[in-house]
Every structure is written in C-alpha cells, then in structure tokens.
C-alpha cells in the first residue's frame, strides 16, 4: 500500500470510530456524515479490483467480496443485468465506516460465480436468484441482514423480504417491486414499454442468443448507454466489468432468464412452489425505502405512489432521483447508501 492509501485508510477509520461523536457534536444527519467522507472516498477509488473470495453453497461457487467490520451487521448488495459487483464501488465505503460488513457477490452466471456441476442446467429463473441469495447467507453462516438491489439483484432483494421477512431487518430496493408472474402470460404493454424490451425479445430467439454470444460487450454496452442515458461513464469503467461477461455460463443464464419469464423456457422443476407463490405478488413488509432513477431507460417512469405503498406495507421513503438511469448505484451512490444508513439506524 502506498503511503498516500495508508494516510486516507487511517482517516477513515478515525471517521468509522468516531462517527456517532462527530455527529453528536456537529448536529449533522447520517446523510449529512456521509456527505462530508465524499471526497475521500472517491480519492480513493480502486483502480484494480479486488480478487474475489469464494464460497460453495449447494449448487454454486458464489465468488463475493467484502469489506467493513467482520463482526458487523452484514449488509448485501447485488447487482442487475449486465454488471458486476463493480456496481457498489460507492456505496460500501460509507457502510464500512458505519462499521456495517458490506457483502457484494457475483450472480450466477458472472464473473466468479461459477455451477459446481458441470452438467447441471444454467438457468436463471428468479426463484433461483432469491434462492442464491439465501444460499450465500447460509454458507455464511448469517441469519439476518440487509439488502439492496437493483435490476436481478433488485428482484432476488423482494424475493428474499417477501418469501423470508425474519431473515431481512431491512431493505433498499432500487427500481420497485420487481417479483414476476411467471405462471400466467402478461397482456402486451404500451408500445414504448414494449420497444424499451427489445434486448428481451431478442434473446427470446435464436439470433439473439448467437448475436449475445458472439457481441456480449457490444450489446451490453448498448444497454448501459441507452438506459442510463446521462451517466458519462468511460472505456475503463465498462471494461473493468464487462470481464465478468467473459464467464462461460453467461450467456445461457442470460438467455434462460429472459425466456423463462416470457413462457419460452422451462423452470427448474424444485421452484415451482416458489413461482406459483410469486404470481400471487405476495407484499413486502420488512423495512422498505425505494428509489427510481427518474430517467431509466428500461421502466420508463416509475409506477404510482399508492402502489407502492400498496405492496411495501412497511415503506419508509420513496424517492426519484432525477436524471439519474438504471445504473442508480454507479450514478448517484450517495443516495443508496444513506438510505440503507437511515434504515438500519431506525430498526434492529
């Protein structure tokens, strides 16, 4: 470690110490904490990302990283489609120096995730992503945490607070409500919803899975452009995460994914139960603040007030970020992380 990131890390954890004294005495918010570690954890920003630990669950090898207190609340975040833990780079440091342990896995199908059979079938239904989700705490051996997600991660988050609410004490969902009716085909949306699918559409094909195998970066990068259309991100920013597109099982999971939700692919036949319960769109009662970019490119708008309240019965805030996409982690990181502050100082 140079001497300079040996200089910042003392800071910081001269901040972590003394964050309850310096709010104390100063009369700032969380938010207002959080706000003031801003430059220097942007300073600090790596350039080479860590290397992954890795831990086995029953069916995959969950490659993950980690840091803040180990003996801290743990909190996970997971990531969407098509990204990587890189994702949460902004977001954990503020959780660390609150004394959080901030955990950040790869999802089946990226980077260091890997199946541990290599014959089972690579799917990607979301019962099985709300399932890994329990499956890496368990291998953890953690009974309780919290979460933010967004995209994938975000549906795998509502699946674990609506299926096991004594196992989530609070939660950041970052695009809504994202539990699927699997079992009963949806009616045709408005035509600008539709066009914004288009990716879904495509991989419902044939072209589209060779078009993802052989132009994976291509498209995915079409899709941060285009859904997060005000965030200027550079070359090293995309291609520091498009290496997790390079694992073998992305583009099958990618594809199960999008055809399972469509009808075109059959699920695995141990989550059944788990999917017709999720077609009922059971409510969520842990905890909830949910945040919208306010110019995502794939939902559009976000849906009304009221039915949000309607399904998150415990829903402590409800925000739309304004010229911010679907990347809202990697656009605006501050908001996530002081909303999972503010929720885990008002709960236990």
């Not at 220097?40 to 831990?55: G, K, M, T, Y």
């Not at 969407?80 to 199908?109: E, H, K, M, Q, S």
């Not at 199946?115 to 309780?144: C, K, V, W």
């Not at 299926?163 to 809504?176: S, T």
Request: with cysteine.
């Amino acid at each position: 470690m140079t001497e300079c990131g040996s200089e910042t890390d003392r800071v910081l954890e001269e901040l972590r110490l003394n964050r309850r004294a310096f709010i104390r005495q100063t009369g700032l918010s969380s938010a207002a904490f959080i706000s003031t570690l801003t430059g220097i954890r942007r300073s600090r920003r790596q350039s080479v990302p860590n290397a992954p630990r890795l831990i086995e669950t029953p069916t995959l090898t969950i490659g993950f990283e980690e840091t803040g207190d180990p003996a801290g609340f743990p909190i996970v975040l997971l990531h969407g489609f098509p990204d990587d833990v890189r994702a949460w780079n902004d977001v954990t440091p503020p959780l660390a120096i609150a004394g959080y342990r901030v955990l950040v896995p790869y999802l089946r199908g990226y980077g260091a995730t890997h199946f541990r059979n290599s014959a089972a079938p690579r799917m990607a239904e979301q019962a099985a992503l709300g399932q890994d989700l329990n499956d890496f705490a368990d291998a953890l051996g953690i009974t309780r945490f919290a979460i933010a997600g967004y995209d994938w991660g975000g549906r795998a988050a509502c699946i674990a607070s609506a299926l096991h609410p004594d196992r989530v004490r609070a939660a950041v969902f970052i695009g809504g409500y994202l539990i699927q009716n699997t079992i009963t085909p949806s009616p045709p949306a408005a035509p600008e919803a539709e066009r914004a699918l288009w990716y879904q559409w495509y991989f419902n094909t044939e072209r589209g899975r060779a078009g993802l195998s052989q132009n994976r970066r291509g498209i995915c990068r079409l899709l941060w452009e285009t859904w997060s259309p005000g965030w200027p991100f550079n070359d090293e920013t995309f291609n520091r995460t498009a290496a997790s597109f390079d694992n073998p099982d992305f583009v099958d999971v990618v594809i199960h994914s999008y055809r399972h939700r469509n009808g075109n692919a059959q699920g695995e036949a141990r989550f059944e139960a788990t999917e017709q319960q999720l077609a009922k769109r059971p409510k969520i009662h842990v905890p909830s603040i949910v945040l919208y970019g306010g110019s995502d490119g794939v939902s559009l708008k976000p849906p009304a007030e009221s039915i949000d309240r309607e399904l998150f019965t415990s829903l402590a805030g409800r925000e739309v970020i304004p010229n911010a996409g679907h990347f809202l982690p990697r656009e605006n990181p501050d908001v996530v992380s002081s909303a999972l502050l503010k929720l885990l100082e008002n709960t236990k």
